[in-house]
């Protein structure tokens, strides 16, 4: 049944959009006036410097969102319990902790940081979610675990915002991927949030959706020519990634609705961004492997190898966007009639027989080009 909130939660993501309209195109003017550019190289796609600060706009304009329409919500007197008068703990290691992390990125992306400080930063914003009372209480059944001790579930959940914050940051490797994904994720997550009530989460959620939908479309359909195509950069990867994390670690457990099948909130959780965080441990996996450093970047990523199957970059997209969709669509569908660890392993194996098909289609073009 919709409700007032409804309209509400819908009105934010209008308010997102017209704020990163309005923005966006002036962190465009600033970039090529001041020459803040993306340059090409031998590991990236693009062939012409880019401006990379596309998520300078994410974090303040969800901020402004949130914060403003919240105020407008309550001075208006309509708090009926739907948005709570009190702000949250978490919320505020959140906002401290995205700021940190967008602060970091920005530097990144400006003048460059090494990827030791940046994760000095991570484990530091990732402390304060912790801090904060949101961390990993129980694995839902995960290998037969349910509870877990404090000095488990506290760095396990340090170790998976920084997990999450990379996987996103490493995805981002061609137009409107990340931005896709991230946005196939928050729809996700705004829904079930919106299922279990939880109308603040579920406005965090809107509001982040808002401001990458008008980036997505000038991250996709910008012409570099005319100056208006425009990176995301780790300003907007890295807060982005933080912000998801929180989200998922959140559902993943709060108290569940008489209406939601309670030992399946993580799979529902973790699900909606399952691409990128297995392409994360392949990628990582195979640099070690090759006794290569984990943290350089190369060209191994599941964007790469399709690219090398001969596809264009929009192909792609589309291809691993709907990769994401279909195990969201096949987790759902098992949920409730098979085990948490049963549907984990046929994730990955699903996972598996993808790549295997893609090794199988780039043998074989290497055979043809080498007749």
Same mark, same amino acid.
């Given at each position: 049944?919709?409700?007032?909130?409804?309209?509400?939660?819908?009105?934010?993501?209008?308010?997102?959009?017209?704020?990163?309209?309005? %923005?966006?195109?002036?962190?465009?003017?600033?970039?090529?006036?001041?020459?803040?550019?993306?340059?090409?190289?031998?590991?990236?796609?693009?062939?012409?410097?880019?401006?990379?600060?596309? =998520?300078?706009?994410?974090?303040? %304009?969800?901020? #402004?969102?949130?914060?403003?329409?919240?105020?407008?919500? $309550?001075?208006?007197?309509?708090?009926?319990?739907?948005?709570? =008068?009190? %702000?949250?703990?978490?919320?505020?290691?959140?906002?401290?902790?995205?700021?940190?992390?967008?602060?970091?990125?920005?530097?990144?992306?400006? @003048?460059?940081?090494?990827?030791?400080?940046?994760?000095?930063?991570?484990?530091?914003?990732?402390?304060?979610?912790?801090?904060?009372?949101?961390?990993?209480?129980? +694995?839902? =059944? +995960?290998?037969?675990?349910?509870?877990?001790?404090?000095?488990?579930?506290?760095?396990?959940?340090?170790?998976?915002?920084?997990?999450?914050?990379? &996987?996103?940051?490493?995805?981002?490797?061609?137009?409107?991927? &990340?931005?896709?994904?991230?946005?196939?994720?928050?729809?996700?997550?705004?829904?079930?949030? @919106?299922?279990?009530?939880?109308?603040?989460?579920?406005?965090?959620?809107?509001?982040?959706?808002?401001?990458?939908?008008?980036?997505?479309?000038?991250?996709?359909? =910008?012409?570099?020519?005319?100056?208006?195509?425009?990176?995301?950069?780790?300003?907007?990867?890295?807060?982005?990634?933080? @912000?998801?994390?929180?989200?998922?670690?959140?559902?993943?457990?709060?108290?569940?609705?008489?209406?939601?099948?309670?030992?399946?909130?993580?799979?529902?959780?973790?699900?909606?961004?399952?691409?990128?965080?297995?392409?994360?441990?392949?990628?990582?996996? $195979?640099?070690?492997?090759?006794?290569?450093?984990?943290?350089?970047?190369?060209?191994?990523? #599941? $964007?790469?190898?399709?690219?090398?199957?001969?596809?264009?970059?929009?192909?792609?997209?589309?291809? #691993?966007?709907?990769?994401? +969709?279909?195990?969201?669509?096949?987790?759902?569908?098992? #949920?409730?009639?098979?085990?948490?660890?049963?549907?984990?392993?046929?994730?990955?194996?699903?996972?598996?027989?993808?790549?295997?098909?893609?090794?199988?289609?780039?043998?074989?073009?290497?055979?043809? +080009?080498?007749?």
């Amino acid at each position: 049944m919709i409700q007032p909130i409804h309209f509400y939660l819908l009105g934010a993501f209008i308010v997102a959009m017209i704020i990163a309209n309005i %923005v966006l195109p002036n962190i465009l003017l600033i970039s090529h006036k001041k020459r803040l550019f993306d340059m090409p190289d031998k590991r990236k796609v693009h062939h012409a410097p880019i401006p990379r600060l596309g =998520g300078l706009s994410f974090f303040p %304009v969800m901020l #402004i969102t949130m914060g403003g329409l919240v105020l407008i919500y $309550h001075l208006m007197g309509l708090n009926s319990g739907s948005l709570h =008068g009190e %702000v949250p703990y978490e919320f505020l290691a959140l906002l401290v902790g995205s700021m940190m992390l967008f602060l970091v990125g920005l530097a990144d992306d400006l @003048i460059g940081v090494g990827y030791k400080k940046k994760f000095i930063v991570q484990i530091l914003a990732a402390s304060l979610l912790v801090a904060s009372g949101v961390w990993i209480k129980s +694995l839902d =059944g +995960l290998f037969g675990i349910y509870q877990v001790s404090p000095w488990f579930g506290m760095p396990f959940t340090m170790l998976i915002v920084v997990y999450v914050t990379n &996987a996103i940051n490493l995805i981002d490797g061609i137009d409107g991927l &990340a931005s896709g994904l991230c946005a196939i994720s928050l729809v996700a997550l705004a829904g079930l949030h @919106i299922w279990l009530g939880l109308y603040s989460y579920a406005l965090l959620c809107i509001s982040a959706l808002g401001v990458i939908m008008p980036f997505w479309y000038y991250n996709v359909f =910008g012409n570099e020519m005319r100056g208006r195509k425009l990176f995301m950069g780790d300003s907007g990867s890295l807060s982005l990634g933080y @912000i998801i994390s929180f989200l998922m670690i959140h559902l993943s457990t709060v108290d569940v609705h008489p209406r939601a099948v309670s030992d399946y909130n993580m799979v529902l959780a973790f699900t909606t961004m399952l691409v990128p965080l297995l392409d994360v441990v392949r990628v990582v996996g $195979h640099r070690l492997r090759n006794k290569k450093n984990p943290f350089l970047p190369d060209k191994n990523h #599941i $964007h790469h190898k399709l690219l090398r199957c001969g596809l264009r970059v929009r192909q792609v997209m589309m291809i #691993i966007c709907v990769l994401s +969709l279909m195990f969201i669509l096949l987790n759902f569908l098992m #949920i409730g009639h098979v085990n948490i660890t049963y549907i984990l392993g046929i994730d990955i194996a699903v996972w598996i027989v993808f790549h295997l098909i893609l090794d199988v289609i780039l043998h074989t073009r290497r055979a043809k +080009l080498d007749i």
